[in-house]
């Protein structure tokens, strides 16, 4: 099992995250990746600034993917999550997984978005289009909930 | 011991990071929190709701009773919304 | 909502895929893709050669993503399936799917798959390294299990 | 109408696709895979677990109880395998 994780503050190309995870091999039947990007929220939204925990947003991050790593048959997890000023329609974080099977790729990608979510150290500050209220993101009860179908 | 503050907590608090030397009666997260509370009034704002507080000791996430001796650094900060 | 959907024995390109959907758009939260590749099955497996019906499978793959977007809130939605000979280590099919948010493009993504495979008229040969049996693959309990699922 | 075969049906049978009249008694899919499991040992061979084949009429698929009156064009295939 290959796993990568980078925290940084440049860009990512998602094509070339599933190439490095399946060129060359013949043993991944399934690839699946979610890309998270900036919405501009019905254009009130200027930008979205990140800013995280160094050390442990690696750390955290590694811990869910050993996680992912238990209860499904993966061949490979990459995960990019960036930090810093994100413009609308720009990317923010990536996940990609590869099995010999669809339902572990599918199910593996979901299972690390929804800890990412609420256990990796990140935190969203927005810079709305009107230059006033700079807020930050309130966390979502939903989340919350979607770690639940997990713990059964 | 080193805390460190992120998103409103290190705003409101008005700083990223900074020595503390609680006295030995402190021994759990939630009493750090209530010793900081005390230390004047951007305190008291960061933690005006303990129960939002997350906290992390060393880079991992622990809950308000966790002991923190032994602890060189402990984090605060609100609910995670990365991803 | 766009939707396209390709019957072709070319080789296609995830990466471009994604940014066919997301470029110059300031609506899209999330993005997800499934690609399946064709496996080696432990070195036993030269190639599969995929047997279509032109028109119905069109026409199928329509219909399942028509079912997709008036269950969840899609922005686009890319299906590619590849026909022909295949060799291991080579593209199969794709789904990309683009929401809002993630749970959306999540579930529409595996719910295309899941009744991609059961519905839409194609059928695969083994053709075996040892040059000997060249045998059509057998429909899988398991892919008609994964129906029931979105049947509630 | 015209018959079209897919995979291990279309080898079986030896055709891909073909006319066909079937009598006015032949009124389902169902009634049709029985008309042609006469017709000769390679569709007998074909057709020899109903059960398993699947129909569609008219590029959409249908159950073996679905009428036949006004198809065009009505395929015999095997459960599919893509994606």
Request: glycine share 8%; aromatic share 8%; charged share 30%.
């Amino acid at each position: 099992m290959s796993a990568r994780i980078s925290i940084q503050a440049e860009d990512f190309d998602t094509g070339a995250e599933v190439v490095a995870l399946t060129s060359g091999r013949k043993d991944v039947g399934a690839c699946v990746t979610f890309t998270g990007l900036c919405r501009d929220e019905g254009e009130t939204l200027a930008a979205l600034e990140l800013e995280h925990y160094p050390g442990m947003a690696e750390e955290e991050i590694a811990r869910v993917v050993a996680q992912a790593q238990t209860r499904w048959p993966l061949l490979g997890v990459r995960v990019i999550h960036r930090y810093g000023k994100i413009a609308p329609g720009g990317n923010i974080v990536l996940v990609v997984t590869t099995s010999s099977h669809r339902r572990a790729a599918f199910e593996s990608a979901e299972f690390l978005m929804d800890y990412l979510k609420t256990r990796a150290p990140f935190w969203k500050k927005e810079h709305r289009v009107d230059g006033l209220a700079r807020d930050w993101v309130s966390a979502k009860d939903d989340d919350d909930r979607a770690l639940e179908r997990w713990e059964k | 011991m080193k805390a460190v503050y992120f998103a409103w907590v290190r705003e409101r608090i008005g700083r990223t990071e900074e020595e503390i030397s609680p006295p030995d009666s402190v021994t759990t997260v939630g009493d750090l929190i209530g010793w900081l509370t005390g230390r004047g009034e951007e305190y008291a704002y960061a933690f005006e709701k303990p129960a939002v507080i997350r906290a992390a000791i060393d880079k991992a996430h622990v809950k308000h009773d966790a002991p923190i001796a032994g602890a060189r650094e402990i984090a605060f900060f609100p609910p995670m919304t990365g991803g």
